[in-house]
């Protein structure tokens, strides 16, 4: 046997971390550019991942099977760690300019322009797939068995992967961008590459160990081995689906959230696979422990789905006070309550899964063949992976919801149990009866467990009103209740348990404004329009309200939503008017793909910190915006200026002024603001503003959100360029590169007060053309009364309620009716 007196176990599980923290690293990249060039819809970015497993799965079986005729093994593990790292940063700069080159091929078959995609995804995928398996094979002289061996392996390869999860998240991408992070990645592999080079030198084929007893190796029982693996791999990228879906409402849509909790779900397989290497080589009965091992995880992943309840916020809250207290700092707080919710949900269930692995190494690799057979392993694994992900996103939970998908799989698990112990050496007999005693109570469980648990869940975690409606579908659960007091009701939209406005009146006079003032103030004759995300209905609503509109177009991500949106007040019962397109479409993708050109284009996504959502904030949009408008074009960009800190609303103010040459700014609502760019000067015509504000509907859409005037209008102008210009200052841009805000600080509880007061001191006289003197004095005593408004409110934000109430009563004498200032009396008064 060859000697290897520098390279053991802990050195390839050294290197193992670092390719495991490469891989993650590009996984989270690419997923991130794919959904930049195909949009963020749930097909395409299951598609992206799915791609990226497939490459592993093909390079599991091919690489492992060629390490075992290597002589050198520690060479070739380093020819694929370099592989990696140069294609890894090639795809990363591909990927950011393939767009165009996708749509184009997308036009004449799309089935090239995806298999094109994944060929790109895949390939790096593919030598990163064989690196456990090589490494596998270049310790076979090493002490151990393979069951060992392989789970350190394992563990070490994950908890690179936590690694990366991690620090791509919190660290990386927000100080290097995503170019620059795909070179840190690459040089992880090539540090990984040029360990294994320097002690390869000595390294030749060794002789295989003593035969392991026959029952681990003989055909048959590989082959099943790697049949219920395989079925338990889908299982539990099945769980990992249902559980993305489920804890969100326990956590928030920010991309530090999300990495947290896969930081534990990897934790938990990372460590399952440690504790148990160590013990798998001493396994009496493997085939027993395998089946009990997947059997508990079912039940305790489906048992922990059916005790959720308000507990578990109780938990979080006292955690979050705790570490924030200690920490100082609001985002550890956060970051600890997401941690809670990982821990309580995923944490157990994946050690449990995680301590499978060594175990079937033991029954399906045969000494003899460690590379080919590890390889078979983890590549049917992975393909389980895949047909699980894909089945229970696309078919379980579209047709049976989340907890009945959990369910299902949790059932599964019991079978594949049952089988594994009924191969076993002592079958159902002795500890062997735990299996279908825990299969029963899976059973039991899964019969009981409400299917509207969830839909309860969220409804009393956020104020226990009314569900209207509740849908688990495609990559998203939204919901619609009603909420307030018994004489002020109003319906509220929530997208994965996160509020994404309602019909109450703040939200229906920024979303009414949204879509209105861009169209009233146009010095055009606007005849098509275009909104991006329909959420309520109301801005897209609007567009009915506006007279000589010829075309309508609103592209909205999910289906769901486009159903929601009928239950909402205010949108002038959008659904179903043939007047208004609604296109089932990612906006960034509707723009990229359709040459047709609008005179308006208006944005209502989601707040631009939620994970996926700032590539609707970028300058990288904001040019691709601008190349879909007419002559005389405005893009209007919803900016709420409640749910980032002042630092980030400048740098998306950057963001759009490094796109349109002409900028306003326009106060539409309290915590909202309306930025509208164009290429073409603005101009704030009162003639012409006067004879549209003349039509009576569009007056009364206009009128019911306190809009009573052209002069009540003109109010809501705050600035023009320049003063956005001082605003923003040396502020950097967000960018497709740099997408800052999704990984910026979490929001401070008094950043309303600290961002308002400063948008409004920007105000400067509207550039009226053809007003007159009255016109002007009207404007500026509603924008007075305006003004009075907010001052009222940030005092009550402050606390300073009696100055709320003599602000507002002064406010009420001199415009009683506004019902915009009328609502928020009326609510204070509950």
């Given at each position: 046997?060859a000697?290897?007196?520098?390279?053991?176990?802990?050195?390839?599980?050294?290197?193992?971390?670092?390719?495991?923290?490469?891989?993650?690293?590009?996984?989270?990249?690419?997923?991130?550019?794919?959904?930049?060039?195909t949009?963020?819809?749930?097909?395409?970015?299951s598609?992206?991942?799915?791609?990226f497993?497939l490459?592993?799965?093909?390079?599991?079986?091919?690489?492992?099977?060629?390490?075992d005729?290597?002589?050198?093994p520690?060479?070739?593990?380093?020819?694929?760690e370099t592989g990696?790292?140069?294609l890894?940063?090639g795809?990363t700069?591909?990927?950011?300019?393939?767009?165009?080159?996708?749509?184009?091929?997308?036009?004449?078959?799309?089935?090239?322009?995806?298999?094109?995609?994944?060929?790109?995804?895949?390939?790096?995928?593919?030598?990163?797939?064989?690196?456990?398996?090589?490494?596998?094979?270049?310790?076979?002289?090493a002490p151990?068995?393979?069951?060992?061996?392989?789970?350190?392996?394992y563990?070490?390869?994950?908890?690179?992967?936590?690694v990366?999860?991690?620090?791509?998240?919190?660290?990386?991408?927000?100080a290097?961008?995503?170019?620059?992070?795909?070179?840190?990645?690459?040089g992880?592999?090539?540090?990984?590459?040029?360990i294994?080079?320097?002690?390869?030198?000595?390294?030749?084929?060794?002789?295989?160990?003593?035969e392991?007893?026959?029952?681990?190796?003989?055909?048959?029982?590989?082959?099943?081995a790697?049949?219920?693996?395989?079925?338990?791999?889908?299982v539990?990228?099945?769980?990992e689906?249902?559980?993305?879906?489920?804890?969100?409402?326990?956590?928030?849509?920010r991309s530090?959230?999300?990495?947290?909790?896969?930081?534990?779900?990897?934790a938990?397989l990372?460590?399952?696979?440690?504790?148990?290497?160590?013990?798998?080589?001493?396994?009496?009965?493997?085939?027993?422990?395998?089946?009990?091992?997947?059997?508990l995880?079912?039940?305790?992943?489906l048992?922990?789905?059916?005790l959720?309840?308000?507990?578990?916020?109780?938990?979080?809250t006292?955690?979050?006070?705790?570490?924030?207290?200690?920490?100082?700092?609001i985002?550890?707080?956060?970051?600890?309550?997401?941690?809670?919710?990982?821990?309580t949900?995923?944490f157990?269930?994946?050690?449990?899964?995680?301590?499978?692995?060594?175990?079937?190494?033991?029954?399906?690799?045969?000494?003899?063949h460690v590379?080919?057979?590890?390889?078979?392993?983890?590549?049917?694994?992975?393909?389980g992976?895949?047909?699980?992900?894909?089945l229970?996103?696309?078919?379980?939970?579209?047709?049976?919801?989340?907890?009945?998908?959990?369910?299902?799989?949790?059932v599964?698990?019991?079978?594949?149990?049952?089988?594994?112990?009924?191969?076993?050496?002592?079958?159902w007999k002795?500890?062997?009866?735990?299996a279908?005693?825990?299969?029963?109570?899976?059973?039991l469980i899964?019969?009981?467990?409400?299917?509207d648990?969830?839909?309860?869940?969220l409804?009393?975690?956020?104020?226990?009103g009314?569900?209207?409606s509740y849908?688990?579908g495609?990559?998203?659960?939204?919901?619609?209740i009603?909420?307030?007091?018994?004489?002020r009701?109003?319906?509220?939209?929530?997208?994965?348990?996160?509020?994404?406005?309602?019909d109450?009146?703040?939200s229906?006079?920024?979303?009414?404004?949204?879509a209105?003032?861009p169209?009233v103030?146009?010095?055009?004759?606007?005849?098509?329009?275009l909104?991006?995300?329909?959420?309520?209905?109301?801005?897209?609503?609007?567009?009915?309200?506006?007279?000589?509109?010829?075309?309508?177009?609103?592209?909205?991500?999910?289906?769901?939503?486009?159903?929601?949106?009928?239950?909402?007040a205010?949108?002038?019962?959008?659904?179903g008017?043939n007047?208004?397109?609604?296109?089932?479409a990612?906006?960034?993708r509707?723009?990229?793909?359709?040459?047709?050109?609008?005179?308006?284009?208006?944005?209502?996504?989601?707040?631009?910190?939620?994970?996926?959502?700032?590539?609707?904030?970028?300058?990288?949009?904001?040019?691709?915006?601008?190349?879909?408008?007419?002559?005389?074009?405005?893009?209007?960009?919803?900016?709420?200026?409640a749910?980032?800190n002042d630092?980030?609303?400048?740098?998306?103010?950057?963001?759009?002024?490094?796109?349109?040459?002409h900028?306003?700014?326009w106060?539409?609502e309290?915590?909202?603001?309306?930025?509208?760019?164009?290429?073409?000067?603005?101009?704030?015509?009162?003639?012409?503003?006067?004879?549209?504000?003349?039509?009576?509907?569009?007056?009364?859409a206009?009128?019911?959100?306190?809009?009573?005037?052209?002069a009540?209008?003109?109010?809501?102008?705050?600035t023009?360029?320049?003063?956005?210009e001082?605003?923003?200052?040396?502020a950097l841009?967000?960018?497709?590169?740099?997408?800052?805000?999704?990984?910026?600080?979490?929001?401070?509880?008094?950043?309303l007060?600290?961002t308002?007061?400063?948008?409004?001191?920007?105000?400067?006289?509207?550039?009226?053309?053809?007003?007159?003197?009255a016109?002007?004095k009207s404007?500026?005593?509603?924008?007075?009364?305006?003004?009075?408004?907010?001052q009222?409110?940030?005092?009550?934000?402050?606390?300073?309620?009696?100055?709320?109430a003599?602000?507002?009563?002064?406010?009420?004498?001199?415009?009683?009716?506004?019902?915009?200032?009328?609502?928020?009396?009326?609510?204070?008064?509950?």
């Amino acid at each position: 046997m060859a000697k290897r007196t520098h390279f053991g176990p802990a050195t390839a599980a050294f290197m193992l971390f670092l390719s495991g923290t490469a891989a993650l690293i590009f996984q989270v990249l690419w997923i991130k550019q794919l959904s930049l060039v195909t949009g963020i819809d749930v097909y395409a970015v299951s598609i992206g991942v799915s791609a990226f497993f497939l490459g592993l799965a093909l390079g599991s079986f091919a690489l492992g099977r060629l390490s075992d005729r290597s002589r050198q093994p520690l060479r070739f593990y380093a020819q694929l760690e370099t592989g990696v790292a140069v294609l890894g940063a090639g795809v990363t700069g591909i990927l950011s300019h393939i767009a165009p080159l996708f749509v184009a091929i997308e036009g004449s078959s799309a089935l090239a322009a995806w298999a094109l995609l994944i060929l790109i995804v895949a390939t790096p995928a593919f030598l990163m797939g064989g690196t456990l398996p090589v490494l596998l094979r270049a310790l076979e002289g090493a002490p151990g068995g393979v069951g060992t061996k392989g789970g350190r392996l394992y563990a070490a390869n994950t908890l690179g992967a936590i690694v990366g999860c991690l620090a791509v998240s919190f660290v990386i991408i927000p100080a290097l961008g995503v170019q620059a992070t795909g070179l840190a990645a690459a040089g992880l592999g090539v540090m990984a590459a040029v360990i294994a080079l320097s002690l390869s030198g000595g390294s030749t084929r060794a002789t295989p160990q003593s035969e392991a007893p026959a029952e681990t190796r003989g055909a048959s029982g590989s082959r099943l081995a790697l049949v219920l693996y395989a079925i338990a791999g889908g299982v539990a990228l099945g769980y990992e689906v249902a559980w993305s879906q489920a804890i969100v409402q326990f956590i928030s849509t920010r991309s530090f959230a999300f990495s947290v909790v896969l930081a534990t779900y990897l934790a938990g397989l990372a460590l399952g696979a440690a504790l148990f290497a160590r013990r798998t080589d001493r396994l009496s009965d493997p085939w027993g422990t395998f089946g009990l091992l997947i059997t508990l995880a079912g039940l305790v992943a489906l048992a922990e789905f059916a005790l959720l309840g308000s507990w578990l916020t109780a938990i979080q809250t006292s955690a979050e006070a705790a570490v924030a207290s200690a920490t100082g700092s609001i985002f550890a707080g956060m970051c600890a309550r997401f941690l809670v919710a990982g821990l309580t949900i995923v944490f157990v269930p994946t050690l449990i899964l995680g301590a499978a692995f060594p175990v079937v190494l033991r029954l399906a690799v045969d000494p003899r063949h460690v590379g080919r057979d590890t390889g078979r392993v983890l590549a049917l694994n992975t393909l389980g992976g895949i047909a699980g992900t894909l089945l229970t996103g696309f078919v379980l939970i579209p047709s049976f919801g989340i907890v009945r998908s959990f369910a299902a799989l949790a059932v599964v698990a019991a079978v594949i149990g049952l089988v594994a112990v009924g191969r076993g050496k002592r079958g159902w007999k002795g500890w062997g009866l735990a299996a279908p005693v825990l299969g029963a109570l899976t059973v039991l469980i899964a019969v009981t467990v409400p299917s509207d648990r969830l839909a309860n869940l969220l409804n009393l975690s956020r104020g226990n009103g009314t569900i209207v409606s509740y849908e688990e579908g495609l990559g998203a659960t939204v919901a619609v209740i009603e909420q307030g007091q018994q004489d002020r009701r109003f319906r509220r939209l929530y997208i994965q348990g996160v509020s994404n406005t309602g019909d109450a009146m703040p939200s229906l006079r920024y979303m009414r404004l949204q879509a209105l003032l861009p169209l009233v103030i146009h010095k055009g004759e606007p005849k098509s329009a275009l909104v991006i995300g329909l959420g309520t209905g109301i801005t897209a609503g609007s567009l009915l309200a506006y007279p000589g509109l010829d075309q309508r177009v609103v592209a909205e991500l999910l289906p769901s939503v486009a159903r929601a949106s009928a239950l909402f007040a205010g949108n002038f019962t959008v659904a179903g008017d043939n007047r208004l397109e609604v296109r089932v479409a990612d906006g960034r993708r509707e723009l990229m793909r359709n040459a047709d050109r609008y005179d308006l284009i208006t944005l209502e996504p989601p707040p631009p910190s939620a994970a996926g959502v700032v590539n609707l904030y970028s300058s990288d949009f904001y040019q691709l915006a601008r190349e879909r408008l007419a002559p005389n074009g405005l893009v209007a960009q919803w900016l709420p200026i409640a749910t980032q800190n002042d630092e980030d609303t400048r740098a998306l103010v950057r963001s759009f002024l490094d796109s349109f040459p002409h900028a306003t700014l326009w106060s539409t609502e309290l915590h909202e603001m309306l930025l509208i760019g164009s290429v073409e000067p603005q101009e704030i015509d009162a003639a012409r503003i006067a004879k549209r504000l003349a039509d009576p509907t569009l007056a009364e859409a206009l009128g019911e959100v306190g809009i009573g005037s052209a002069a009540d209008l003109l109010a809501t102008w705050m600035t023009d360029r320049t003063g956005l210009e001082r605003y923003a200052g040396s502020a950097l841009p967000v960018t497709d590169d740099q997408p800052r805000i999704e990984y910026a600080s979490w929001v401070r509880p008094d950043e309303l007060q600290r961002t308002l007061p400063n948008l409004i001191a920007l105000r400067s006289k509207v550039p009226l053309v053809a007003a007159d003197a009255a016109l002007e004095k009207s404007v500026s005593d509603a924008h007075n009364r305006l003004m009075l408004f907010y001052q009222a409110s940030l005092n009550a934000y402050a606390g300073y309620r009696d100055e709320w109430a003599r602000d507002m009563e002064l406010l009420m004498r001199v415009e009683p009716n506004n019902p915009y200032y009328r609502w928020f009396v009326s609510s204070s008064e509950r």
